[in-house]
């Protein structure tokens, strides 16, 4: 069996692309309203009392 071949390691700017790249593919948005209505969906509010 061959060993295994080594990875090399991304530069930011690779990274980046590769993450712009992924994001298109899967139709993300970039639009603060659209990450703000998925955010919300996920998370749920805390129920702490205000002070009065």
Partial sequence: M????KKTKLT???RHKRF???AREVGA???PKA???AFRKVVTPSK????A
């Fill in 2 to 5: 061959a060993p295994p071949e």
């Fill in 12 to 14: 930011d700017a690779q």
């Fill in 20 to 22: 712009v790249e992924m």
């Fill in 29 to 31: 948005s970039d639009s």
């Fill in 35 to 37: 990450f703000d209505k």
């Fill in 48 to 51: 702490t009392k205000k002070n």
